[in-house]
C-alpha cells in the first residue's frame, strides 16, 4: 500500500500525501525544455517522452503521487477526433446526433496511454502511487459541442436543459468509452483514477444531479481501483456528489475544506483544496495556508493534499518544494 491508496481507503498513514494536478506540466523547466524540442501531442504519443515528463516533478518534488502525462483529450483521438493544441484543444464542433454515433473507442489507438503506464509504474519509487486519468463524460461534451474551451459553456448548458434522447446518447457513447479507457489503464498499472469534471460547476444544481453525476458513475462503476471525482466550482452540489459512488472527492479552493467533507459526508475521502493563487505568494504565506488546511482536516483519515485547481504555469519552484516540505515536516 502507499500513502496515497492508505488515505483513499481511510486507514492511518505517517503523514497526509500530498501531489498537485498539473505537475507535469509548463512551470517546469526541464518540461519546458523537452516541449522545445517536441511538440504537445508528439510528447503525449511517445511512451518515452510522456514518461519522462510523468517522472520530472517526482523526482525534483517528492510528490506521493504520479500522475500520467496525457490530455483529457487524448481519447477522442482514439474515436476518430481531430485535436489540435493552442495551447487548449480545438477542434470542429459536433452535434448531439454526431456525438452520439461516433465510433467506439478505438484501444489499440490508446496504446501509447497503457505503454506510458508501464513504464511510470516500472520506474516509480514503490511509495509513489501511479495516476490515470479522464474526462469525465460532461466536460468531454463541453468540448465536443463547442470546439474547445470557453467562458459560458452555453451549447453544453442549452443541450443539458433541453434534455433530449440526443442528448442521453451522447452521454452514454461517452461514459462507455471513457470507463474502457480507464479500465485499460488499470490494467496497464494505474492505482487510482481521476476523473476531471473541469466545466460541470457551471451547470445548476438539478442539472448535475440528473445527467452529470449518473454519467461520471457510468464511467467509474467496476472499475478495480480507487477513483477520484473531482469538479471544480460544484460546491453547490458537494450535499449530492457521493451518488457517483467514488472512493474520494476533490474539492476546490472556494469552500473550506472541513466545510466541504461535512457536506460530502466525512466516511469517503477528500482531496484539496489550496488555491494554487497561494503557491504564487511567498513560502512564509504558503506555510500559515497548509497550517490551517492541515488543521481543518486534523483528527480524520482520508485528506489527500492537493490544490483546489490546476498549479499555474508561472509558479516559482521555490514556492512549490515550500508547499510539499511544509506537508512532509507537519505532523
Ligand atoms: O503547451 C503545453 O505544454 C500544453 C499545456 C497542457 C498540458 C501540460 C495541456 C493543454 N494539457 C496538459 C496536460 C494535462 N492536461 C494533464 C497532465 C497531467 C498533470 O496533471 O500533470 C492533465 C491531467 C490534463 C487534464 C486536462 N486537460 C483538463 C482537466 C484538468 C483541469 O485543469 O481542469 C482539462 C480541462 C484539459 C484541457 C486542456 N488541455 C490543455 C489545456 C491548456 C487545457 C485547458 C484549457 C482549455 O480548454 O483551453
Redesign the pocket.
Known sequence: MTRVLDTLALEPTDRRPVW???????YLPE??EL?SRHT?QE??LDPKIAAE??LQ?IRRFGFDGA???????TPLEAMGIDVV??????LRPMSLAEIADLPDLDLDRVAHVAETLRLVRGDVPDDVTVIG?A?APT?LLA?LLEG???KEYLPLRTAMHAGTPELDAALVKLSNAMHAYLTMQVDAGAQVV?L?D??AGILPRHLLETLTFPAASAALTGLDAPTIY?A?GAGHALGSMRSIGATGYGVDWRIPIDEAWVKLGTDVAIQGNLDPAILLTDPDRIQAAVTDLLRRTAGRQGHVVNLG???D?HTPLENVAAFVDAIKEAH
Not at 500522475?67 to 483529450?73: G, L, Q, R, S
Not at 493544441?85 to 480545438?90: A, I, Y
Open positions: 498537485v494536478m498539473r505537475q507535469a506540466g509548463r518540461y519546458r516541449r504537445f510528447s503525449i515528463i510523468t516533478p500522475i500520467m502525462f496525457a490530455d483529457i483529450m493544441f493552442d495551447p487548449g484543444p480545438k486519468f474526462g466536460t468540448y474547445s474551451g470557453s481521476q476531471f473541469s466545466w473531482f471544480p485547481h490546476g498549479i504555469r
